[in-house]
């Protein structure tokens, strides 16, 4: 499979899982008990560790200098993250959890974008193709997600986001090796 569609895959399973999480997400965490306060908490969590964990991460691939490698254990780590939130109601928990959320998921995408731009500037490559695809991935996940859900009572927006989390996981073990 050439790159830009190992990238194109890698922006639509990672922007279906935003597509899922975004507006099903909190929906999710009060079905199973938080009140609208703890949910707001838990967010903010995986919001503000963000802002941290995108440059630590940055330093860690400049240094490390692959990004597939760091992409896959964020991957994994994104995926166990979703998965543990199965297993506990232990608030405390929960915020941990969160916690080993905004460390994993968010630093992804910025070194994706590194990736694409990389290649798009040294193969000539068109970036907004590859990147189409995240885009119209998020919105047929919001939409299709929503239909989904009502339709299929038994069917959970964690199930739909742990698909698109190991989505993320295969589809980075696809992406190119680049060295920084």
Sequence with gaps: VNTPIRLSIFYGTAFFVIGVYTPFWPAWLSENGLEPREIGILLAVTTWTRVAAGPLVAQ????????????????????????????????????????????????????????????????????????????????LAALGGGTLLNSRPDLQALDLILFGCAAIVLSCFLLPDLQL
Excluded at 89 to 116: D, K, Q, R, V, W
Excluded at 119 to 137: C, E, F, H, K, P
Aim: glycine share 6%.
């Design 60 to 139: 860690a691939a400049d240094h490390y200098g692959q990004l597939k490698p760091i992409m896959v254990a964020l991957a994994i780590m994104t995926l166990f993250s979703f998965f543990l939130y199965s297993q506990t109601t232990n608030y405390t928990l929960l915020i941990a959890i969160a916690f080993l959320l905004g460390c994993s998921f968010s630093p992804m995408l910025p070194l994706a974008e590194t990736m694409t731009l990389d290649i798009a500037s040294n193969t000539g490559v068109d970036y907004g193709r590859m990147r189409l695809w995240g885009s119209l991935a998020f919105i």
